[in-house]
C-alpha cells in the first residue's frame, strides 16, 4: 500500500513539471507564474519550500536536476525561447530567512521559438545538457570546466523533422551502447508520421544521426522516459501521449550495422496502456528501471510493473481524495423527450444510498 501526503505548491499558475533531485530528499517545481521552487524534505517526511524565484519572463516549462557530484544544479526551459542553468550558493551568507539562494549561471538564447524541454546528460558523458525546441531542433550544449557553469559551448544542433516537445537521453552505461536520445513532437497531424525519433552519437563522424522512427505513435507525445539499464539486453522506452505506450529497444548484432557504421534495433511494442482513458502527461521510472509511474488528466497518478512472464500491468492507482469528493458531486441535465414533448432532469451522483431521494 501507498500513502499519498499532499502538500501547497502556493504557485499561483498551473505547475507544468515536478522532478526530485538523485537522491529524492529534494524536488523542484516550475509554473505557468514564471516562477521556480526549491522542496527540502526534513526528518518527519514533510516538503518545506527553501527557495522561490522567478526564472523566467513566461511558462517555465521543465526543470531537471544535474547529478550532485557537479553540485546542486538545475536547468530550466522556458515560453520565452530561453534556457537557464542555476546553481545554489553553498556556505555560511548563502541562506537569508531560512530560504537558499540560487544564481544563474547561464542563460541559453539559440533557440527561436519556446524551449519545450532540457534534460542533463547522464553522469558518465560529462557536463553536457539537451535542449528541444518548437523550432524542430535539438542542441546539445556542453561546459568543458565543471567548475565554471557560466561557460556553455554549443557543441551540436539535431534537426528535426516535426516539432519538439520532449526528449530523453538513454542512461546506459554499457559501452557497447553509444551514446542515444530519443525525441518526442506534439504535432497534431496524424498524418505527419511516427512522433518518436532516436537518435545516436557516432565516435567516428562525431555527428548525431537518425535510427529509427517509431511510426506507431501518430499521436502527439508529451513526455518520454528510457528506464535505467541494470543488465538488460535491451533498452526499455516508454512514451507518454494520448495513452501511455512502452517499448523494448533490442541493439542487433553489429555485424548488422549498414554502410554508414550506424546501428540496427528490433523495436517492440510491450503495450498500449489506455487505463488513464485521458491524456497521459507525465511519466518516471524509479531506479532499478522496474516500476513506471504515469499521470493523466484523470486526475490518478498509476503504477506499472512487469510480472514475471514480463507482461506489464497496473499493480497501484493513487487518486486525490478530495477532487474524487468535488467531482461525485457533480450535477448534469439530462433531456428525455417523451409524447412530443421534452422533460429535464437533474442528476446527481450520491456516495451512499442514504443520500438518494426517494419518491
Known sequence: MFETNPFPASHEDLIHDVKYDFHGKRKATCSSDHSVKIWDCDEKGQWHCSANWKAHSGSVWRVTWCHPEYGQVIATCSFDRTAAVWEELIGEHARQNKQSHWVKRTSLVDSRTSVTDVKFAPRHLGLQLATCSADCVVRIYEAHDVMNLSQWSLQHEIQCSLSCSCLAWNPSLSRSHPPMICVGSDNPSTTAGGKVQIYEYSDSNRKWRKLEIISIVTDPVHDLEFAPNLGRSYHLLAVAS??????????????????????????????????????????????????????????????????????????????????????????????????????????????????????
Open 242 to 359: 494520448k495513452d501511455l505506450n512502452l517499448f523494448s529497444i533490442k541493439p542487433l548484432s553489429s555485424s548488422l550495422k549498414d554502410s554508414a557504421n550506424i546501428s540496427k534495433f528490433d523495436i517492440q511494442r510491450l503495450g498500449e496502456f489506455t487505463e488513464h482513458k485521458s491524456q497521459v502527461w507525465r511519466i518516471s521510472w524509479n531506479v532499478f528501471g522496474t516500476v513506471l509511474t504515469s499521470s493523466g488528466d484523470d486526475g490518478c497518478v498509476r503504477l506499472w510493473k512487469a510480472n514475471y512472464m514480463g507482461i506489464w500491468k497496473c499493480v497501484q492507482v493513487l487518486e486525490d481524495g478530495s477532487r474524487k469528493a468535488v467531482a461525485s458531486y457533480e450535477t448534469k441535465t439530462v433531456p428525455v423527450t417523451s409524447n412530443n414533448s421534452v422533460r429535464y432532469y437533474h442528476i446527481k451522483p450520491v456516495a451512499n444510498a442514504s443520500q438518494a431521494i426517494w419518491h
